[in-house]
């Protein structure tokens, strides 16, 4: 596409949030002209996103589909005294596949290297003063600055490694808090996305930001070798931080938007469980959800996301809850505690809870019987900060 053509919809940022929009609008309306802008050079950046099945319904599935590079049936947790296998199926998607998928469905309308400087209603401009109009401009540039929340953090590092050898791990490792527990909740997670490939990552549910990578390397390597895992050689790093939120004020969020008619989508809008931090389910429905809306012009479509991220934040207030009592009311040793006992809970829980579906029954097991948290302290971070209002 000539630069500087006016399209039907301009997506800015080509992370997960707007990569799935364009692959589900490309797919339910193809006579669409999109462009989507990126200021790297490539799509998606470097993760590995996974999901549990019930995350997702029949519709999701065939958008996320083409990306999954890795599905497993099952998957395991380990804590002290506690192993189980969960017989929840779970699935990865790579940066790497999404940016093949995208490339060879929408490779004309892909500007890389695109650092958006002004996003309006019915254009943007680029750092080098291009400018692009279109009646639908959605911003999905990643989690914003904003002062409307308190934030607890979930930071890891990621070694893809190949071994030496093949092994038998043949399922996820979930949540591994068997090792020392240091900085807030710690634990293993593995991916065995082959027989001699294993993504390995050290996950910290952190009041600080702070990672320290070169400890972390280390750490992973220890555990690894501790399995009897040899590390031939490391394929690739993979590093987060992601927001865990323990309160906040949606509507505040909302009105400190200078574009109040500009769509957003992914962490832009919130669109997030509050308690691991996973977008792509949420992302994968506002897809479909957009590629359903026949007025595809800003203003309409800013309002829909906008009420959609309210309608999630107010449906999710018990994860916020559950945040606040992981976070400020454990002290960090009772927070293994807290993980091995929500382990402890029937599967049909447990995968609620990541499909952010808890129910009232659901919530009333997780809060009474023995949590172990001391009770008054407890009851201080209900009473006093839930949630301004929700
Ligand atoms: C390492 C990692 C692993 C994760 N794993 C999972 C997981 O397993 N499951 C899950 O559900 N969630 C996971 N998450 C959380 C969440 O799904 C991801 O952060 C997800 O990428 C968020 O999608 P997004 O589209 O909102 O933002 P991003 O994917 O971050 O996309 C934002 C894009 O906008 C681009 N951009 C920013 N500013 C500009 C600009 N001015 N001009 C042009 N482009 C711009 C960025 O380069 C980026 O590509 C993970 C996050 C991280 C960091």
């Known amino acids: 596409m ?33 462009l989507i802008l990126e200021r790297s050079d490539r799509i998606g950046g470097n993760h590995t996103w996974s999901f549990h099945t019930p995350d997702t319904n029949a519709a999701t599935q065939r958008l996320l589909q083409a990306l999954i590079i890795k599905s497993w049936s099952s998957q395991e947790v380990f804590f002290p005294g506690n192993h189980r296998i969960l017989q929840t199926g779970y699935h ?39 400018h692009f109009e279109a009646a639908c401009v959605i911003d999905s540039r990643g989690i914003s600055n904003s002062t409307a929340w308190e934030l607890g953090f979930q930071k890891f590092l990621g070694l893809e490694v190949e071994l030496e050898e093949p092994c038998e791990q043949e399922r996820p490792i979930i949540m591994d808090g068997t090792i020392p527990q240091v900085d807030g909740y710690r634990f293993m997670y593995t991916l065995p996305m082959s027989e001699r490939v294993l ?20 750490e992973v390597a220890d555990y690894a ?44 809008a919130v669109m997030f469980n509050p308690t691991t931090g996973y977008s792509l389910p949420d992302a994968a429905r506002v897809a479909l959800k957009l590629a359903g809306v026949r007025d595809l012009r800003s203003a309409p479509v800013a309002t829909l996301l906008r009420q959609h991220s309210i309608a999630l934040w107010h449906q999710r207030a018990f994860y916020r809850l559950l945040n606040r009592l992981l976070f400020i009311a ?17 599967e049909s829980l447990i ?3 990541y499909a952010s579906e808890v129910n009232y029954a659901d919530k009333t097991r997780l809060l009474v019987g023995k949590p172990p948290i001391n009770f008054f302290r ?3 971070v209900v009473r006093e900060r839930f949630d301004m209002r929700s």
């Not at 993504?199 to 280390?218: A, F, M, P, R």
């Not at 454990?330 to 029937?346: H, I, Q, W």
């Open 92 to 130: 990865s998607v790579s940066s790497a596949r999404l940016h093949d998928v995208m490339t060879a469905r929408l490779g004309s309308s892909l500007r890389f290297n695109a650092e958006v400087t002004s996003v309006a209603s019915d254009g943007v401009e680029l750092a080098d003063g291009t």
């Open 225 to 268: 070798a501790d399995r009897g895992w040899k590390i031939a050689r490391i394929l690739r790093r993979e590093t987060g931080i992601l927001p865990i939120v323990l309160a906040g004020d949606i509507d505040a969020f909302w009105r400190s938007n200078p574009n109040p008619d500009v769509p957003c989508a992914g962490l832009r």
């Open 378 to 380: 407890a009851m201080g």
């Open 351 to 353: 995968r609620r809870f």
């Open 330 to 346: 454990a002290e960090p040793e009772e927070r293994l505690a807290v993980m091995s006992r929500f382990y402890k809970m029937p």
């Open 2 to 34: 000539p630069y500087g053509d006016k399209v039907d919809c301009i997506l800015v940022g080509g992370g997960l949030a707007n990569s799935l929009i364009a692959l589900a609008l490309h797919d339910a309306r193809p006579e669409l002209k999109l």
């Open 199 to 218: 993504l390995i990552e050290d996950t910290y549910y952190s009041n600080g930001k702070e990672v320290q990578h070169g400890v972390l390397e280390k």
